[in-house]
């Protein structure tokens, strides 16, 4: 499998640096774990309060998706419809799968700022074993919450979280452009076969990559992905131009600690945005127009995931058991301040 990744080199201090808008990106409050394990089913190892999934529009659940861990924030509605014949259930806020790092109990492991509409027959699940949190909406809630306590009316439920949405429009599109144009890259990409080779320049403590294509195979399957010539600490920045992309993808875990809490997949003009493939997509993902629709029907994403637009958790033909894992990003990224 290509998911091989070097680090090289000594850092060069990055001019301008800054974090994600809005306190997004790395895991908050006295109980984060010192390291985060790959996805695992072990006992929970730590808590996070920042968001996990932010979402500007509507969060749709369809087909046979699972689950999705950490904190989730949907300025729109919630809307659970699974297909017949699987699993009638989808766990928020705490995953059987992944880090193991699931939001404190107790706190809002889903917040809504519309409806919660659940299917007839199935159910949200908000809990695990000892541990469980609340639902927060705005709107109407249809259907079945567990447990019975999560659910919690508030008119102002997502009145906190709503200038996220053009904040992460304007990160989007700053860390991707310099005012018309492209943002300069400090590294290359090549696309042969089934892999996709990313080389940085060694020092950069920021490296920026400049892709126009979309993440898949030369004939339109899935990739692998290799990192190369990135120096230890380093931020990775991939900007992926383009209204419509694809990203189908085997991609497993990188065997470089800290790659993963370290990478963003920026999308800034993607309306119309489909990631696909038998993969645990390592980093995070930035989806930056609010009028976008993303649907996700990977197997796993490890990282954070943030959408102005709208977001559909599906699967593909008779698979199932898709999952969004909950992983900080801790990296710097370039200064969108004037």
């Known amino acids: 499998m290509a998911t091989a990744a070097a680090m090289v080199g000594v850092l060069a201090p990055a001019a301008g640096a800054d974090p994600l808008p809005g306190g997004l990106g790395p895991c908050l409050g006295s109980s984060c774990p010192p390291s985060w394990n790959d996805p695992n089913n072990g006992p929970v190892v730590g808590f996070d309060s920042n968001i996990n999934v932010f979402v500007g529009g509507d969060f749709l659940v369809r087909e046979a998706a699972a689950e999705a861990e950490g904190k989730v924030v949907t300025l729109g ?33 889903l917040t809504t700022g519309g409806d919660v509409t659940i299917a007839d027959g199935q159910r949200l699940l908000a809990e695990e074993g000892e541990h469980s949190g609340r639902v927060a909406y705005a709107g109407e809630l249809t259907g079945t919450v567990s447990p019975a306590t999560a659910p919690r009316f508030d008119e102002d439920a997502a009145a906190p979280f709503t200038q996220l949405r053009p904040q992460l429009t304007e990160a989007s599109q700053c860390y991707a452009y310099d005012g018309d144009e492209h943002r ?139 999952e969004i894992h909950a992983y900080p990003f801790d990296g710097d990224l370039p200064s969108c301040t004037p």
Not at 81 to 93: E, H, L, P, T
Not at 228 to 243: D, E, H, K, M, R
């Open 77 to 109: 509605e919630f809307d659970m419809n699974k297909r017949a014949g699987v699993s009638q259930i989808y766990n928020v806020g705490i995953a059987g799968v992944g880090s193991r790092v699931p939001p404190p109990d107790g706190s809002d492991y």
């Open 184 to 322: 300069e890259a400090t590294g290359t990409w090549q696309q042969v076969g089934d892999v996709m080779t990313f080389t940085g320049d060694g020092t950069s403590a920021i490296q920026i990559f400049d892709v126009d294509v979309d993440l898949e195979s030369e004939a339109g399957g899935n990739t692998g992905f290799v990192f190369n010539g990135i120096p230890a600490g380093a931020t990775v920045l991939v900007n992926v131009y383009g209204s419509t992309r694809s990203v189908a993808t085997f991609m497993g875990s990188f065997p470089n600690e800290g790659l993963r809490e370290n990478l963003l997949w920026n999308f800034p003009d993607a309306t119309d945005l489909s990631l696909t493939g038998p993969a645990q997509f390592e980093g995070s993902v930035l989806v930056g127009q609010p009028t976008s629709s993303t649907v996700l029907s990977m197997s796993g994403t490890n990282g954070r995931f943030y959408t102005a637009g709208s977001l559909t958790h599906t699967s593909q033909g008779q698979s199932g058991g898709q």
